[in-house]
């Protein structure tokens, strides 16, 4: 099935449009895997970036230094992982998401 290919603003509206309805990782990675099917380069490159931006958030609470924290190395190295997700050969569409410590 041949899918319409999108414009950049139509793409960035669409991918806009889901962060803000819900920054939820499952219903971001739900509009990542549409983005894939379609063949939707740029939605989902920015559907993507949410989804890492959402995750990096979800971790900062690991990294205060008032916080005693025996993986703090391993929790930068994530943060770090999750930093360079953009700079993945393949990205968008084939993408190895770091684990949690």
Do not use: H
């Not at 290919?5 to 819900?22: G, H, I, P, Q, V």
């Not at 379609?38 to 609470?61: H, P």
């Not at 770090?80 to 993408?95: S, W």
């Amino acid at each position: 099935m041949e899918f319409e290919k999108k414009t950049l603003e139509e793409s960035r509206e669409r991918a806009s449009y889901d962060y803000n309805r819900s920054q939820e990782e499952d219903v971001l990675e739900k509009s990542y895997i549409k983005a894939v099917a379609e063949n939707d380069e740029i939605y989902a490159a920015e559907v993507a970036r949410n989804y890492r931006n959402k995750l990096l958030s979800s971790c900062d609470n690991q990294l205060v230094s008032d916080r005693p924290n025996d993986k703090l190395e391993a929790w930068k190295t994530y943060r770090k992982a999750l930093r360079d997700v953009p700079e993945q050969e393949g990205f968008p569409f084939n993408i190895t998401w770091p684990v949690k410590p």
